[in-house]
């Protein structure tokens, strides 16, 4: 068994990833939701929700641009600020990832419920997950072409009933603009930047990413310029042609109520099946990105080595991709309010986002050699601003979230003291065998520069 990945996705691919895992879920399943929460300002809460995501995309196109290996945050946050900050945003970063898969994959099941009622829904939500597994065992080639299928299609359908929708807008439905007032429409802001999580997910299979210093940042700013495109187109036909109170008591099937009122049934349709290929997207998307991110911990020992094995012939870390099966698959099981679950994704986003922006904001200091090579040297002035920029986003974001939903922080952040007190006795473990974890994970192994190097 080789521990070596496979570079082979392309520019295309990588937009697959970021624009297929951004708009997957939230598309459908929670725009909904957030309307009954904000009214017809949904659009102008996504608007807003697009600076968070500027600001993480700056770091990343310079994190992708220096650093194009797997798991490029956990590597850079625990060898330029610190081995348990590293660890600290892997166990967020796991969080987030199942608590997505669990929003897409019950999204999924209820779209087919709509049209089989007596099918179980619980088994449907089990068997999409379980699905995608198997796909990204089968080898990046295969996740590739199949998301970037599933990608053009969604595309289309959203600019069907957004374009289209347009023409049919009624302004009567449309006011007042902020029906729940302002603080409602504050709180949609803040975890609709779960909407754009997806962002993050390229710099953590960075290392299996074709030409990486070039490809990150060009899919980073392509796919935000679609996304931000759809979003709106969609949030605002959404409210503009259905009442906005009755789109939060529909659900995830809105959209569908939505278009019936404008297109015909076989338009709605294919609709139907795009939104099937959204939750898709974001399900096959996290699998890849998810796996990744335990292959790096298992790379640096913070996980057993067994989970550092790659396929032979699929060349994917098939160990790690039945762990994150697995433990979506318990989230499905378990899962609670989507809406609390989007909160948490948020909560994980957050916390990582700071963290590997402060390390980019680090670099220049803690890895020179690394800077000087990169496709991507802002000067001081905008590293300064997208450094404080981040931070000053992300945490006001995250303490809002907390104050809007303080159980649910709770929870998260039980979650993340699990996870720590995991580290620290892994850590412990590793001395009494003669491995001193701190050291190891301060510099950078032969598998992390082999990456480098073919980057």
Known sequence: MSAKLERSLSLAGCVGVIVGLVIGASIFVLIPIFA?????????????????????????MQLGGALPVTGANYTAVTRWISPAAGVAISIAGIIAMIGTNCIAAWGFAEYIASYFPNISVLGVAIGVVVFFGVINWMGVKIFEWT??????????????????????????????????????????????????????????????????????????????????????LQTYVLTGTLLWSKAGEIGPTAVLVAARNFLPEWVVAYIAIAALLAMATTINSIMLMGTREAFALSRDQVMPDFFNRVHSRFKTPYLTIFLITVLSVVGVIFAAGLEKYALMVVFALMIIQGFGATAVWLMPKRAPDLYEKASFRFSPFWRWFTWIGCVLCFSFIFLFGLLADLKTGLVFFGIMLFGIVYWYWRKSYLQKQGIDIEARLREFNEEIVLEIEEG
Not at 204 to 231: F, H, T
């Open 147 to 232: 998301q970037v299928l599933m990608v053009v299609l969604l595309i289309l359908a959203m600019f069907i009933f957004g374009i289209t929708g347009l023409f049919h807008i009624q302004p009567e439905i449309q006011a007042p603009l902020f029906p729940k007032g302002i603080g409602s429409f504050f709180m949609v802001v803040a975890v609709a930047t779960f909407s754009w999580a997806g962002f993050i997910a390229i710099t953590e299979v960075a290392g299996e990413v074709k030409n990486p210093k070039r490809n990150i940042p060009v899919a980073l700013i392509v796919s935000l310029i679609i996304v931000l495109i759809i979003y709106v």
């Open 36 to 60: 009954g929460m904000t009214g017809p300002s949904l659009y102008l809460a996504y608007v807003l929700s697009v600076v968070p995501a500027i600001f993480a995309g700056l770091y990343l």
